[in-house]
T-cell receptor, first 114, second 111 residues
Framework: DGGITQSPKYLFRKEGQNVTLSCEQNLNHDAMYWYRQDPGQGLRLIYYSQIVNDFQKGDIAEGYSVSREKKESFPLTVTSAQKNPTAFYLCASSILGQGSVKRFFGPGTRLTVL | GEDVEQSLFLSVREGDSSVINCTYT??????LYWYKQEPGAGLQLLTYIFSNMDMKQDQRLTVLLNKKDKHLSLRIADTQTGDSAIYFCAESEYNNNDMRFGAGTRLTVKP
């Protein structure tokens, strides 16, 4: 089955630690995205990548880093510089080009900082 | 910047129709989307509409688009408890890979 997988589903971190969230897709999509969701709020874009070895900051990139070494994979690192990292993190992918750019989403990772 | 606005909460009785509304400001919006998010899960694309359409129907779902007023709605007929979720409206332009989301409407269906 084609889709997007995120792991782990739940993640706990102590303050001051970096942590990496995994995102893999087998949809052969060029573009991948990381969003953050807080209770009662919409989705905020952290980073996105349209091609391997290239990525762009979104609206709230501070305290986060990403890499795109393979088309299928777009891991997100939440660094200790992120002041309020507890949130639900969603990875998505889409085709590029003209027309509808509907996003396909993974199941999410809930990060809790203790 | 461009905005997508939704009311935050909607409560209906099982069997009634639900109507979730969305307004947007970008006059260049070409595609309008509705996503559903169940508790603790990712977003699932329900349907989307091209801006030259007024209406799209898919089983219990009806999407209405008033392009003049920049107003989009999602009607769910015969709402069931399994429809309880957060519904997100989103929009994108034809030749632009950005997608803008509303804050989501939490639909609660009471038995």
């Amino acid at each position: 089955d084609g889709g997007i997988t995120q792991s782990p589903k739940y993640l706990f971190r102590k303050e001051g630690q970096n942590v990496t969230l995994s995102c893999e897709q087998n949809l052969n999509h060029d573009a991948m995205y990381w969003y953050r969701q807080d209770p009662g709020q919409g989705l905020r874009l952290i980073y996105y990548s349209q091609i391997v070895n290239d990525f762009q900051k979104g609206d709230i990139a501070e305290g986060y880093s990403v890499s795109r070494e393979k088309k299928e994979s777009f891991p997100l690192t939440v660094t200790s510089a992120q002041k309020n990292p507890t949130a639900f993190y969603l990875c998505a992918s889409s085709i590029l080009g003209q027309g509808s750019v509907k996003r396909f989403f993974g199941p999410g990772t809930r990060l809790t900082v203790l | 910047g461009e905005d997508v606005e939704q009311s935050l909460f909607l409560s209906v009785r099982e069997g009634d129709s639900s109507v979730i509304n969305c307004t947007y400001t970008d006059s260049s919006s070409t595609y309008l989307y509705w996503y559903k998010q169940e508790p603790g899960a990712g977003l699932q694309l329900l349907t989307y509409i091209f801006s030259n359409m007024d209406m799209k129907q898919d089983q219990r779902l009806t999407v209405l688009l008033n392009k003049k007023d920049k107003h989009l709605s999602l009607r769910i007929a015969d709402t069931q408890t399994g429809d309880s979720a957060i519904y997100f409206c989103a929009e994108s332009e034809y030749n632009n890979n950005d997608m803008r989301f509303g804050a989501g409407t939490r639909l609660t269906v009471k038995p």
